[in-house]
């Protein structure tokens, strides 16, 4: 029973079965070409349409390029942005192993980011240690919210993804009155200054740290909590009793219910843990960058991050490249945007771009569906 | 035309009393006229798998033609080429002669092909008229549709109340409901799939008489798909043979026996034990008969049967392992499953629980893989009281399952070999909440080695492996756990003849161990061949128990069919 020779046959196999093995080989060539096609395709359509409002695609192209990739500020911004995406990503990831769909990270995100604000606000103490509170505030927050799809799930049946998805309008609107109340988030007036539907400014104590001075490589604290997290969750998933539970409970509820896999306790843990991890992407995003909460803060981080789980095929750790990919694509987008291309545009040629990548991930799901029917 | 159960034994008597409920119908005459359905060298591959190699048959009108195979021998494949399911590779088509080409089954039903699925094809909530008349197209005609029904029951002997719902119906009456659909379109061709797997012995007698008279009077051909031999010698005039995939052989039925139709349909000779349980030939497990060592090798032989099937002989009653007292359960819009329903078994015996498709099986399946809470009543493991439905609660007593669908409960198809021989225990894998590679390889080593499982390696998606293995892993595991109780809900269902053989050897060896083994059975052959007691399940309650040694199939034949006895 030498534990290393897992790919020997089996002594008792008598007669190999046919070889199922072969046509993931052929459709495993056509991914990367699918790919190429479909990013081609995404690039020649984007290029039309700048053409078409007058402008030169090739200096939109430089653009996106020099605000994503051009020199170390560029590239720490398109990190910056790719740790609260990767947060976002691995919850939903733990979710859809466990069989959840949840599609409500924009509003866990937010409802995470202002119970992290209230906390890093009104907090005293070292900042160290209300910014830790704060992080850990924003997890609670986006689990809490979560909690309620859970509820409605296990108790009156609600389909998660409509609860998720309809309480994302339900934290806006929350986050919203929160920040635009005096008595609750708003900015505290000063004298002879009008104030504007905001939080304060986070004391800089309770910042996430920054490794790198601008214009040099910069980057915020936030992608190595990240990383960790990717890491871990992995190792959780493919390694752990927990995770052999989750998978289980995911890919046959029944065979798990009898082996003792309680679907409310693992089911509903996972959606928690989904919206923990994007309400402290919410908390990244508040203690690294923004500093403040105000209108639009979430800025679709929590559905573009769920793209990221999607193309990543639910696979933390590939999860991370795909991130970053995508954190690349919103700095140079936000660039783009700088140099006069207007704003609408820029988000055209961005979902074009998601578009292309996330084509080949779902073509496959669509053709697996097929031959899994047939 | 209703033969007496004692008159026309049709199911179980043997080949030599077989009485012909169509007397009148004569003999397929040596000239052939040109048959209703020709099929000639068909040929069809699913990737690796021949399905069907130069398969040809022809079927004449006026004839109960048998088609006889295992499970997987390619029976279906070619019935669904015929309907226009599945597009042949090579081959042709002939109707009447005349080539066609059928691509779905529209355009079979047109041509007078009509086939009643294994499966029905009913909606519960419809009612009977409703449901023959369902996908017609222009105005409802409620009355026209009612008289309609009823004509033709009277024609054929299908009586049916056109007004009752369906899922108020037996099964019998349900498949009467799904003959009446195909034969008011007038077909040609009828085509039977494994119609008797839902139906008592009585109601199968009452279908043969039905099948004969659709032949004999108005010159039809019918097609009996089967892989149980008695009902193809007694119900048909000609019977191909089908073996991987190639046909093997083509008898008139008249010339033929069950021994030589067993031999060609496996290609081997048979133990009677499995010939029974997998080919459900009654007759040698019936008649009286002086002991044979267990497991005896004696080849099949209807005509001199020297032994009795010989389970072990009666094992000294053990303590009772699991007891199921006035169970009552029901589905969530209240329909009733379990209606106080009551069970002992005891260490080291097998109970073999007989029935009718749809009595409550499934629903006593689910019950003891913790998926049914009940209503009231109770359940017993060594005498503990376990919590219903409760996760894990009914494994965590002892309670093992072989579950009747293993893709539902019994099995991840998407997880590995390995970890689908695990699944509950992983307490002998894990450290400190890590799954111990090494542990989970070395396991499924050993139950692969131990239980004869044939995969390329532990790591292999369960899915890839054969239906016979798939259910070897299910078995693995939960005897790997050590159970008090091993359940089996139609353990050989599906398998191929090797398989089956197997899973009684490994029944038989649990029980033999000191485990209480259930077993819950539509075949009777199965049944009988493994059980130490019988017990007969209708309409969700256990409605007569006997030993083994007393079983009378006539009592049993009517009990399963809801009649005291």
Same mark, same amino acid.
């Given at each position: 029973?030498?534990?290393?020779?897992?790919?020997?046959?089996?002594?008792?196999?008598?007669?190999?079965?046919?070889?199922?093995?072969?046509?993931?080989?052929?459709?495993?060539?056509?991914?990367?070409?699918?790919?190429?096609?479909?990013?081609?395709?995404?690039?020649?359509?984007?290029?039309?349409?700048?053409?078409?409002?007058?402008?030169?695609?090739?200096?939109?192209?430089?653009?996106?390029?020099?605000?994503?990739?051009?020199?170390?500020?560029?590239?720490?911004?398109?990190?910056?942005?790719?740790?609260?995406?990767?947060?976002?990503?691995?919850?939903?990831?733990?979710?859809?192993?466990?069989?959840?769909?949840?599609?409500?990270?924009?509003?866990?995100?937010?409802?995470?980011?202002?119970?992290?604000?209230?906390?890093?606000?009104?907090?005293?103490?070292?900042?160290?240690?209300?910014?830790?509170?704060?992080?850990?505030?924003?997890?609670?927050?986006?689990?809490?919210?979560?909690?309620?799809?859970?509820?409605?799930?296990?108790?009156?049946?609600?389909?998660?993804?409509?609860?998720?998805?309809?309480?994302?309008?339900?934290?806006?609107?929350?986050?919203?009155?929160?920040?635009?109340?005096?008595?609750?988030?708003?900015?505290?007036?000063?004298?002879?200054?009008?104030?504007?539907?905001?939080?304060?400014?986070?004391?800089?104590?309770?910042?996430?740290?920054?490794?790198?001075?601008?214009?040099?490589?910069?980057?915020?604290?936030?992608?190595?909590?990240?990383?960790?997290?990717?890491?871990?969750?992995?190792?959780?998933?493919?390694?752990?009793?927990?995770?052999?539970?989750?998978?289980?409970?995911?890919?046959?509820?029944?065979?798990?219910?009898?082996?003792?896999?309680?679907?409310?306790?693992?089911?509903?843990?996972?959606?928690?843990?989904?919206?923990?991890?994007?309400?402290?992407?919410?908390?990244?995003?508040?203690?690294?960058?923004?500093?403040?909460?105000?209108?639009?803060?979430?800025?679709?981080?929590?559905?573009?991050?769920?793209?990221?789980?999607?193309?990543?095929?639910?696979?933390?750790?590939?999860?991370?490249?795909?991130?970053?990919?995508?954190?690349?694509?919103?700095?140079?987008?936000?660039?783009?945007?700088?140099?006069?291309?207007?704003?609408?545009?820029?988000?055209?040629?961005?979902?074009?771009?998601?578009?292309?990548?996330?084509?080949?991930?779902?073509?496959?799901?669509?053709?697996?569906?097929?031959?899994?029917?047939? | 035309?209703?033969?007496?159960?004692?008159?026309?034994?049709?199911?179980?008597?043997?080949?030599?009393?077989?009485?012909?409920?169509?007397?009148?119908?004569?003999?397929?005459?040596?000239?052939?006229?040109?048959?209703?359905?020709?099929?000639?060298?068909?040929?069809?591959?699913?990737?690796?798998?021949?399905?069907?190699?130069?398969?040809?048959?022809?079927?004449?009108?006026?004839?109960?033609?048998?088609?006889?195979?295992?499970?997987?021998?390619?029976?279906?494949?070619?019935?669904?080429?015929?309907?226009?399911?599945?597009?042949?590779?090579?081959?042709?088509?002939?109707?009447?002669?005349?080539?066609?080409?059928?691509?779905?089954?529209?355009?079979?039903?047109?041509?007078?092909?009509?086939?009643?699925?294994?499966?029905?094809?009913?909606?519960?909530?419809?009612?009977?008229?409703?449901?023959?008349?369902?996908?017609?197209?222009?105005?409802?005609?409620?009355?026209?549709? /009612?008289? !309609?029904? *009823? +004509?033709?029951?009277? #024609?054929?002997?299908?009586?049916?109340?056109?007004?009752?719902? &369906?899922?108020? @119906?037996?099964?019998?009456?349900?498949?009467?409901?799904?003959?009446?659909?195909?034969?008011?379109?007038?077909?040609?061709?009828?085509?039977?799939?494994?119609?008797?797997?839902?139906?008592?012995?009585?109601?199968?007698?009452?279908?043969?008489?039905?099948?004969?008279?659709?032949?004999?009077?108005?010159?039809?051909?019918?097609?009996?798909?089967?892989?149980?031999?008695?009902?193809?010698?007694?119900?048909?005039?000609?019977?191909?043979?089908?073996?991987?995939?190639?046909?093997?052989?083509?008898?008139?039925?008249?010339?033929?026996?069950? /021994?030589? !139709?067993? *031999? +060609?349909?496996?290609? #081997?000779?048979?133990?009677?034990?499995?010939?029974?349980?997998? &080919?459900?030939? @009654?007759?040698?497990?019936?008649?009286?008969?002086?002991?044979?060592?267990?497991?005896?090798?004696?080849?099949?032989?209807?005509?001199?049967?020297?032994?009795?099937?010989?389970?072990?002989?009666?094992?000294?009653?053990?303590?009772?392992?699991?007891?199921?007292?006035?169970?009552?359960?029901?589905?969530?819009?209240?329909?009733?499953?379990?209606?106080?329903?009551?069970?002992?078994?005891?260490?080291?015996?097998?109970?073999?629980?007989?029935?009718?498709?749809?009595?409550?099986?499934?629903?006593?399946?689910?019950?003891?893989?913790?998926?049914?809470? !009940?209503?009231?009543?109770?359940?017993?493991?060594?005498?503990?009281?376990?919590?219903?439905?409760?996760?894990?609660?009914?494994?965590?007593?002892?309670?093992?399952?072989?579950?009747?669908?293993?893709?539902?409960?019994?099995?991840?198809?998407?997880?590995?070999?390995?970890?689908?021989?695990?699944?509950?225990?992983?307490?002998?894998?894990?450290?400190?909440?890590?799954?111990?590679?090494?542990?989970?390889?070395?396991?499924?080593?050993?139950?692969?080695?131990?239980?004869?499982?044939?995969?390329?390696?532990?790591?292999?998606?369960?899915?890839?492996?054969?239906?016979?293995?798939?259910?070897?892993?299910?078995?693995?595991?939960?005897?790997?756990?050590?159970?008090?109780?091993?359940?089996?809900?139609?353990?050989?269902?599906?398998?191929?003849?090797?398989?089956?053989?197997?899973?009684?050897?490994?029944?038989?060896?649990?029980?033999?161990?000191?485990?209480?083994?259930?077993?819950?059975?539509?075949?009777?052959?199965?049944?009988?061949?493994?059980?130490?007691?019988?017990?007969?399940?209708?309409?969700?309650?256990?409605?007569?128990?006997?030993?083994?040694?007393?079983?009378?199939?006539?009592?049993?034949?009517?009990?399963?069919?809801?009649?005291?006895?």
């Amino acid at each position: 029973m030498t534990p290393t020779l897992i790919s020997e046959p089996a002594p008792a196999l008598a007669v190999p079965p046919a070889d199922p093995r072969r046509r993931p080989r052929v459709a495993d060539l056509g991914t990367p070409l699918l790919y190429a096609a479909s990013l081609s395709t995404a690039l020649v359509l984007a290029g039309l349409l700048i053409a078409l409002v007058g402008l030169s695609p090739w200096d939109a192209a430089r653009a996106m390029y020099d605000g994503s990739l051009a020199d170390g500020a560029a590239i720490g911004q398109s990190i910056d942005q790719a740790a609260p995406l990767l947060l976002v990503a691995i919850g939903s990831v733990i979710a859809a192993r466990a069989g959840i769909f949840n599609i409500g990270q924009e509003g866990q995100l937010l409802v995470g980011a202002s119970v992290g604000a209230a906390i890093a606000l009104f907090t005293p103490g070292p900042g160290a240690l209300v910014l830790i509170l704060a992080l850990l505030g924003a997890a609670v927050g986006g689990a809490l919210w979560a909690a309620i799809a859970a509820v409605l799930f296990y108790w009156r049946g609600v389909a998660v993804v409509i609860s998720t998805l309809l309480l994302i309008f339900v934290a806006n609107q929350a986050v919203s009155y929160a920040v635009n109340s005096p008595s609750l988030l708003r900015e505290k007036a000063v004298a002879g200054q009008v104030t504007t539907s905001q939080t304060d400014m986070l004391a800089e104590s309770v910042w996430l740290p920054r490794i790198g001075e601008y214009p040099d490589f910069n980057i915020g604290a936030g992608i190595f909590i990240a990383l960790a997290l990717a890491a871990g969750t992995s190792v959780v998933l493919v390694r752990s009793r927990l995770g052999f539970r989750i998978r289980m409970l995911g890919l046959n509820p029944k065979a798990a219910h009898r082996a003792g896999v309680g679907a409310v306790l693992i089911g509903g843990g996972a959606l928690l843990a989904s919206g923990a991890f994007a309400g402290l992407a919410g908390g990244v995003m508040l203690t690294g960058s923004g500093h403040r909460m105000q209108d639009g803060f979430a800025d679709n981080v929590g559905f573009d991050g769920l793209l990221v789980a999607l193309v990543a095929r639910d696979k933390p750790m590939l999860a991370v490249p795909v991130a970053l990919f995508f954190g690349a694509l919103r700095a140079g987008g936000g660039f783009l945007s700088a140099t006069g291309v207007p704003r609408y545009i820029v988000a055209v040629v961005t979902a074009l771009l998601v578009l292309a990548t996330v084509f080949p991930a779902a073509y496959a799901e669509v053709r697996r569906r097929r031959t899994a029917g047939a | 035309m209703r033969p007496s159960p004692q008159a026309s034994d049709t199911a179980v008597t043997p080949p030599a009393a077989r009485p012909r409920t169509g007397d009148e119908h004569p003999p397929a005459p040596s000239v052939l006229p040109v048959p209703v359905v020709q099929l000639l060298g068909i040929g069809k591959r699913f990737g690796a798998v021949r399905a069907c190699e130069d398969v040809s048959l022809r079927v004449q009108a006026g004839e109960i033609h048998g088609l006889l195979g295992e499970n997987g021998a390619g029976k279906s494949t070619l019935m669904k080429i015929l309907l226009g399911l599945v597009v042949p590779d090579t081959g042709r088509i002939l109707l009447h002669g005349e080539p066609a080409v059928i691509t779905d089954p529209s355009a079979a039903a047109a041509h007078g092909i009509s086939m009643v699925h294994q499966h029905f094809s009913l909606v519960d909530r419809l009612s009977v008229w409703e449901n023959v008349v369902l996908g017609d197209r222009g105005r409802v005609d409620r009355d026209r549709a /009612r008289t !309609l029904v *009823r +004509e033709v029951g009277a #024609r054929y002997g299908l009586e049916v109340d056109p007004d009752a719902c &369906v899922e108020d @119906l037996s099964t019998g009456q349900r498949q009467r409901v799904e003959i009446v659909k195909c034969l008011r379109r007038d077909p040609g061709v009828l085509i039977l799939d494994e119609p008797t797997s839902v139906l008592t012995l009585e109601e199968s007698r009452e279908l043969f008489t039905v099948l004969r008279r659709v032949v004999a009077d108005e010159g039809r051909a019918v097609i009996l798909i089967s892989h149980k031999l008695d009902e193809i010698v007694h119900a048909t005039d000609r019977v191909t043979i089908m073996r991987q995939g190639r046909v093997v052989a083509r008898r008139a039925t008249a010339d033929t026996d069950v /021994r030589s !139709l067993a *031999r +060609e349909m496996v290609g #081997r000779e048979l133990s009677k034990w499995t010939a029974a349980s997998a &080919v459900g030939a @009654l007759d040698a497990l019936i008649e009286p008969g002086t002991g044979e060592p267990t497991g005896g090798t004696a080849l099949l032989d209807v005509r001199e049967p020297a032994a009795a099937p010989a389970p072990d002989p009666r094992p000294p009653a053990g303590e009772v392992r699991l007891r199921i007292s006035d169970a009552h359960a029901s589905t969530l819009d209240r329909r009733p499953l379990l209606r106080g329903l009551t069970l002992e078994v005891r260490a080291g015996e097998i109970l073999g629980l007989a029935g009718v498709e749809g009595n409550g099986q499934a629903a006593l399946g689910d019950l003891l893989s913790s998926l049914l809470p !009940l209503g009231t009543g109770r359940v017993e493991v060594c005498g503990v009281p376990v919590a219903t439905g409760r996760p894990g609660a009914m494994h965590a007593a002892g309670v093992g399952i072989v579950p009747e669908d293993r893709h539902v409960s019994g099995c991840v198809l998407d997880m590995s070999v390995a970890e689908n021989l695990l699944l509950a225990d992983l307490s002998s894998v894990t450290s400190r909440g890590l799954l111990s590679r090494r542990r989970m390889a070395a396991r499924a080593r050993q139950l692969i080695e131990e239980f004869e499982i044939a995969t390329p390696s532990p790591d292999t998606p369960m899915r890839q492996l054969s239906g016979g293995n798939q259910q070897k892993v299910v078995l693995a595991r939960e005897l790997a756990a050590q159970p008090q109780v091993l359940v089996a809900a139609q353990p050989t269902r599906g398998l191929d003849i090797g398989a089956i053989e197997y899973m009684t050897e490994r029944l038989h060896a649990a029980a033999r161990s000191g485990i209480a083994v259930l077993l819950l059975s539509t075949e009777l052959g199965e049944i009988l061949t493994l059980s130490h007691r019988v017990a007969v399940i209708h309409r969700g309650a256990v409605v007569g128990e006997m030993d083994r040694a007393d079983v009378d199939t006539e009592r049993l034949g009517l009990l399963m069919g809801g009649q005291a006895a």
